[in-house]
């Protein structure tokens, strides 16, 4: 039994095992009579877990192993069982309850991972961000986002050569950096950067090698297509040559996205997207996902101080209360119609307001028990300094609300969802307005202005690539604003008129203004990966 323990474990997972680990394994399998064919299922997914669990670590010591062992299912029958320590079998639901099935991250809890070029790898730079960290961290927070994009459009099938001959070389973009163009006038050249305005009225583009202003005349001039909407802090991919020490821009792109699959193939040991892997097999949160066939409900800009909505809250309860209760309520900000003025009345009524809803929701006891709630917050919303990401809405006003649900969570904005298999990031921030009035080239006309929005966020890898004068972001905790990995789900929860749009595997949606619109809001439905708009019947 050994040898198929050091088959499955170093040859296969490349772990090594401490000899009191390896003899536990033995004991745990023998204990349990488990067949060639189960041990060898068990092992692997055991395995897999800890590569995941451990993100990556080499040697597998007995103690982590024991925890591991006595949580992780077999895989074995019908029904999934758990393997205890002293061998005895039990139902895999008493050792993982449902809160591993459903669970929310914070944006200052999402891993701190750096991307470094020499290496190859991401490295953890610090453990713990600071909100007033040092000003090294603001320029590091540019080179990591150019860094990540970089890696990312080299290991595009465009831009990796097979051969180094001179033919092969033609089928395949070649970048250059900004100090290569010196002596080179007349040559064309395809560059990769940040577009800034170093002077007044003047758009450069910025690499780690150096800067150079670009002309957009000549791309003007011959109506190049522009997908995506571009600002300054944008990266972009250029195409041109240089005449006058100027870069003649004929061309103009967004960093070409990377499936998900395609990344996580490149980085299996990180966990971009934080929490604690779920010691359930992909194949089991599967068939749960299939079992439940039920859907999230998300609404934006609900505001608890009209009674309108409060009544429109009631129905859409009543509505669900009459069959199965989805899998959860993502309630996103603003919650209140005026913003929140401290040390005014508004405490005291914005804390009732709340304990309305927690009051409402226990009038519906099944959907209150067996529901998750998720409370995002907006610009409207206590506490907060103006920056991104935006701490959770306080204790002291959520208090009431939260002692009447079982299962509920009071997130930062941004913030992300794990669900079964599925990764989903919820934003909250009136982009698309942010974005149009800050933009450096009108984008090509014919094509829905929210297409190049959530292409622009996902090519861009990041929820808010506008300066920091215009959107500040801390600078520590710049990377809880990725979009990298792609997820499965992302809302970007805006004013502007409510859509779903679909765009390389990742399905966008903006469940409108609930209160300052028709009372309108979307349900996704995980096991489809579709979502429905739905609006509240008015009375």
Known sequence: MQSLIYKVFTRKFSLSLQADALQFLSEVIQQNELSTADATKWLELLADTWTKREEGKPLVEVEPLKELVAAVATGTGNGATSLTSTGAPQPASAVVGASDLFTVINAFDVPTLWYDPGKKLFTHPFENAAILSSAEAKAALFRQRYDLLKQ?????????????????????????????????????????????????????????????????????????????????????????????????????????????????????????????????????????????????????????????????????????????????????????????????????????????????????????????????????????????????????????????????TFASNPCRIKYCTHEIVVFREDLLKRIRRNCVLPPTEGTEIVKHLVRTVIDQGHLCPLPQRVRPIYWAYDHAMRVYPIPDLLILADRFDPYSVNYEGCHCINPGSFSGGDQSFFMYYPVSRTSQYSKVPPK
């Open 152 to 408: 990312r459009v080299m290991r595009n099938e465009n831009f990796m050569a097979v051969s180094f001959s001179d033919q092969e070389k033609d089928r395949f973009y070649q970048l250059s950096t900004v100090d290569s163009l010196q002596g080179r006038e007349g040559e064309h050249f395809l560059l990769f950067g940040m577009l800034s305005q170093l002077e007044e009225g003047k758009l450069f583009l910025e690499d780690r090698a150096g800067s150079i202003e670009l002309d957009f005349t000549e791309m003007n001039s011959k109506h190049s297509t522009v997908n995506g909407l571009f600002t300054e802090s944008c990266f972009v991919l250029v195409d041109g040559y240089v005449e006058d020490g100027i870069f003649k821009v004929e061309e103009i792109g967004l960093p070409p996205p990377e499936p998900r699959e395609k990344t996580k193939a490149a980085f299996p040991n990180n966990n971009f997207f934080g929490g604690t892997p779920s010691l359930r097999t992909e194949t089991q949160l599967r068939a749960i996902e299939v079992a439940s066939d039920n859907g999230i409900i998300f609404l934006s800009d609900v505001w608890l101080d009209k009674q309108e909505t409060m009544d429109a809250l009631h129905t859409l309860l009543e509505g669900f209360s009459h069959s199965t209760p989805p899998i959860a309520f993502v309630f996103i900000g603003d919650f209140s119609s005026k913003p929140f003025v401290s040390g005014s009345g508004d405490t005291a009524q914005y804390r009732d307001n709340m304990a309305l809803l927690g009051q409402l929701i226990a009038g519906f006891p099944e959907i209150a028990r067996k529901s998750h709630f998720v409370f995002v917050p907006g610009s409207n919303d206590p506490w907060g300094q103006g920056a991104l990401p935006k701490p959770h809405i306080a204790e002291f006003f959520t208090k009431r609300l939260g002692s009447r649900l079982t299962n509920v």
